[in-house]
Structure formats: structure tokens, C-alpha cells
């Protein structure tokens, strides 16, 4: 018989705040789609070709087919590095070689010009280059799939760095995602996967990929993650403040924060490279002390405030 079951609360929707919320959307080219359909059988066709020659030179492994395929996403770039490192997590889906390996994934990719950067920026804030910063380093930082990141110094003489997106990337990755999904359908209909296998994956990706470009979302949620910081009581972490009225969809403007990056200290502990940690050491960074207050953060992240960063990847 059934069994008993609690009713559902009475919630009106004036309870309910959507101001975390968005949603965006960019057009799909079908054409562009159909070029990126093409791209994704010559990558397998390459890839099966050079499985196909490891195997007759008897010198095939399979962690060095998981090496082929990571090399194979990183030429073609953008949504494909997104996609590896997306399916390094999927371990239902893919082998652990293969995740592993796929977590290497480098996203450094090619900047954009940066007359273009800088037309983003001027749009964004409806002024001149020059009323916003003092200063405007034309060589980003970083540049990865999604965005370049630039310093800039405002004309309270703060130190910030502008993120900016890349121009039609959102249309580049709709048309990722559809020629994904033509994919993953064709092989669903030839029963490489069963029916309705890739659905749940396919609807992450998208949702990863969407997400990404949005910078207002990313900014309202780093802003929040500072916020939360900071009620926390704890001074030995923190997020950039966020310039919210210098952020749009296409840039982010936050504080300027230095220091060293996480994996360079993993590599010098696990190496014993004396040069790195002295650096180190003269920055007050012990990486002793910083494991110790990582296990804090990510245990306060899950038991405690329940907003936590869920893309821990090697990148961020």
C-alpha cells in the first residue's frame, strides 16, 4: 500500500527571491554548427587513426590514448578544453585514465586583439577607456577559452584586474553545444551509448557553458562568497572585491590580489624546489599553515555555508 507522505508547504511566490537568478541565451548559427559537426569527426577520425598506428607498432596503451584525445580537445581549443574538463569529472562516463589525464588540460589559449578588449570595455561603461582607468595594460594576464584578463589601475589609483569576454564566443559555444548534441544523438542512435544515455551530461555541459559567460552571475556569486567570508570571522580567506558597477555581461572589474598560485607551492613541496619556497616564505606563506586552513575552508564550505566553489580545477 502507499505509504504516507508529507504535503507540500504553501509557498507564494512572493516568498520565493529570484534576484540570484538569470538566464541567458545567444543564437545558433545551424551552418556554424554543421562546421563544428565536421570538426568533431575529424578529431575521432584522428584520433582512431593514430590509436589504429600505436596499435600496429605495438605501442599502444591506454594511457596513451587518454594523452591522444587530451592533446586532440587542446588543438581544437575553446568549448573542446571546456568539454575535457567537464568529462574529467564524469568518471560514470569516462575511464579514470582517461579523467585523469583530461584534468591536465591546459586553457591558455590565443588572446583576442585588444582594440577589441577595449571597445567591450567602453561599451560596458558607456565611456571612454581613459574616464574609467589611468592605466590599461594591453597584455592580458591570462587568456583562456571564455576571457581575457587585463591589469588596470582606476583613478583612485586601486589596482584592479578587468576580465573581459571573448567577442562572439556565446554563438561559438551554442553552436559547440548543438553539434555536441547531433553527436552524442547520432551515437545514441547507432547504440554506441543506449538511448538516453548522454541526455543527463549533454544538459550539464550546456548549462556549464552558459553559466561561464555570464558575468553578472559570476560576480554576484563571488560577492556573495566574500560576504559569507567575511561573516565567518575568519581573516585567512577571502575572494577580489568585486567592482558591481563596472560589471556587466562582458566584464568583470575586481581588486587586484597577488600571491602565488596554489600549484607552483604543490610543485615546490612535492619537489623540494628551495627557490620557490623560499619566495615563499618571504610572501609569509607556509605551506603547511595553508593546508591546514584549505581543510577549513572546504569543510566550512560544505558543513557550514553550503556556497561553495564546485569547479575546483587546476585554472582557478
Request: charged letters at 25%; one cysteine or more; hydrophobic letters at 45%.
Amino acid at each position: 500500500g502507499d505509504l504516507p507522505r508529507r504535503r507540500f508547504l504553501e509557498v507564494s511566490a512572493g516568498d520565493v527571491s529570484l534576484s540570484q537568478m538569470r538566464f541567458i541565451s545567444f543564437k545558433v548559427n545551424h551552418l556554424r554548427s554543421l562546421t563544428r559537426l565536421f570538426n568533431w569527426f575529424q578529431l575521432l577520425f584522428n584520433f582512431i587513426l593514430s590509436v589504429g598506428v600505436d596499435i600496429v607498432l605495438r605501442r599502444d596503451t591506454t594511457k596513451r590514448r587518454a594523452l591522444r584525445l587530451r592533446r586532440a580537445f587542446e588543438r581544437n581549443g575553446g568549448s573542446f578544453v571546456k568539454l575535457g574538463l567537464h568529462l574529467s569529472m564524469r568518471l560514470d562516463f569516462m575511464p579514470w585514465v582517461y579523467g585523469s589525464e583530461l584534468s591536465c588540460m591546459n586553457d591558455r589559449q590565443k588572446p583576442f586583439p585588444v582594440a577589441q578588449a577595449i571597445a567591450i570595455v567602453e561599451r560596458s561603461t558607456g565611456k571612454p577607456l581613459s574616464a574609467t582607468f589611468t592605466s590599461f595594460d594591453p597584455d592580458p594576464i591570462i587568456s583562456t577559452s571564455v576571457a581575457c584578463i587585463y591589469q588596470a589601475i582606476l583613478h583612485n589609483g586601486e589596482k584592479v584586474v578587468v576580465k573581459v569576454r571573448r567577442p562572439g564566443i556565446g554563438e561559438q559555444f551554442m553552436s559547440d553545444i548543438e553539434a555536441f548534441d547531433w553527436l552524442l544523438s547520432i551515437a545514441e542512435f547507432l547504440t554506441v551509448f543506449r538511448p538516453g544515455f548522454t541526455q543527463n551530461m549533454r544538459e550539464e555541459f550546456r548549462d556549464l557553458l552558459l553559466e561561464e559567460l555570464d558575468f553578472v552571475q559570476e560576480a554576484r556569486r563571488q560577492d556573495a562568497f566574500r560576504r559569507a567570508a567575511f561573516q565567518s570571522r575568519n581573516k585567512f580567506f577571502s575572494t577580489p572585491r568585486i567592482h558591481l558597477n563596472l560589471t556587466t555581461e562582458e566584464m568583470v572589474v575586481n581588486e587586484f590580489a597577488s600571491g602565488i598560485w596554489l600549484w607552483e607551492l604543490l610543485a615546490a613541496v612535492e619537489h623540494g624546489d628551495a627557490a620557490v619556497l623560499a619566495r615563499a616564505q618571504e610572501l609569509n606563506i607556509d605551506p603547511e599553515l595553508v593546508a591546514k586552513r584549505l581543510l577549513w575552508v572546504n569543510n566550512w564550505n560544505w558543513g557550514e555555508n553550503l556556497f561553495f566553489h564546485a569547479n575546483p580545477n587546476p585554472d582557478n
